[in-house]
């Protein structure tokens, strides 16, 4: 089992959520024989674990990266669009993405990344939110205990990343020869795919 730590803040988590999205359904490919166990995380909290600042707070380490997400968008075919507001609070969808299991998590996780990073929406409005629920017959005030548990959820995961010291996102943590690995950023899915392939 793969345990894919991410959050909707991070541009990185986006590209390499849609291109897992893809492969995982591609029976050539080693990730469709793997379980992938989401955990949202706040990128924030990680990143402040062991250091004080990331790169988004870097003027010339955040220009860089929206430049670097940009190009490699689109070599993967996937529209790119800064968020209005960056950064955006992205605790809402995170717990948002808990009360969901599947393949309806997945699709969800998709959407949510599009329209942020895809179109620029604020995804840490309810409005919004309330648009992404309403094309599955739901409203985000039917939510609001499930929201609220999931906060528990959303602080088990964060345990757990800190126990592995995970410091950044994407990372992919999973079982190897009886041995945890991990492997941080979008580009090391390459190297878990080989990993995987042998």
Known sequence: MIHFYFDFLSPYSYLAYQQILKLRHNPENSFS????LLRPVFLPQVIT?????????????????????????????LPFCIPKILPFNSSLPLRLMTLFEGENQWQLGSELFLLAWGQGEDIGEERVLNQVLQKRALRFEDLKDGMRCARLKIKENHELAKERQIFGLPTFDFWKDDKKEFYWGNDSLQLLQNDLGE
């Open 33 to 36: 024989k793997q379980i992938f």
């Open 49 to 77: 674990t062991f250091q004080k600042e990331g790169p988004g707070d870097i003027p010339v380490k955040r220009a860089y990266m929206l430049k670097d997400c940009q190009k490699k968008a689109r070599l993967l075919g």
